[in-house]
């Protein structure tokens, strides 16, 4: 199992989180499986950015973004070199250290 550690949010996780979770599972699912409800607009397909995260410790032992991944980014908001979708990252044999922005770009509710 490889420690994932979420830092404190003050909606989504206000005090922070440790999980233990399997090798080769999505970030996104296993983030929401733990009750934290990260926005995820496009149901994991990487047609949004609204999973952006960011891997603060561990982004190296992690497959790189592909091309599509980082069009997606570019829409994020509070992009930093350390920033990934979480329905695209695979969880590694390494820990990961996680940041969740303080906000997220949701266009599709945004128009609500």
């Not at 607009?41 to 960011?54: N, W």
């Not at 980082?70 to 829409?75: A, G, N, P, R, S």
């Not at 509070?78 to 979708?85: I, M």
């Amino acid at each position: 199992m490889t420690q994932l550690t979420i830092l404190p949010h003050p909606e989504l996780c206000p005090q922070g989180m440790q999980i233990e979770a399997k090798p080769g599972k999505v970030l996104c699912d296993t983030l929401l499986n733990a009750g934290i409800a990260l926005e995820h607009a496009c149901d994991g397909v990487c047609a949004c950015s609204t999973c952006h995260v960011i891997i603060q410790q561990g982004n190296a032992s992690l497959a790189a973004a592909s091309d599509e991944e980082e069009d997606q980014l570019d829409k994020a908001w509070g992009l930093t070199p350390q920033s990934r979708l979480a329905c695209q990252v695979k969880i590694g044999s390494e820990a990961l250290t996680i940041a969740l922005p303080k906000y997220s770009l949701n266009h599709a509710r945004e128009m609500d």
